[in-house]
């Protein structure tokens, strides 16, 4: 069993900043991609950010300059730096994992989500 828990959501006004942190536990050999996404109100889940076992990143362009994805594999955690925040990017921002749980065999899990509120 694998568990993805966030931490570090909150209420934040425009131009702030807040880090995210997702620490996976459990039983498992690695931790191959890890990323997080974002559901806004009536919105779909989008990607905000992801990040390799290697450490190659890639953004939504609406983040672009203002977030960064980071990991400490020692930890099997997995960070969002966000900075000068906007109203817009309100939402629920979700880590998701691609865990390989066997030796041939990989799963996909996501955590719980944390709000991250911005006000103007």
């Known amino acids: 069993q694998v568990q993805l828990v966030e931490s570090g959501g909150g209420s934040v006004q425009a131009g702030g900043s807040l880090r995210l942190s997702c620490a996976a536990s459990g039983s498992f050999f690695s931790i191959n991609d890890m990323g997080w996404y974002r559901q806004a109100p009536g919105k779909q889940r989008e990607l905000v950010a992801g990040?390799?076992?290697?450490?190659?990143?890639n953004y939504a362009d609406s983040v672009k300059g203002r977030f960064t994805i980071s990991r400490d594999n020692s930890k099997n955690t997995v960070y969002l730096q966000m900075n000068s925040l906007k109203p817009e990017d309100t939402a629920v921002y979700y880590c998701n994992a691609d865990v390989r749980v066997q030796i041939l065999r990989s799963a996909g899990y996501w955590g719980q989500g944390t709000l991250v509120t911005v006000s103007s």
């Open positions: 990040i390799t076992s290697g450490g190659r990143t």
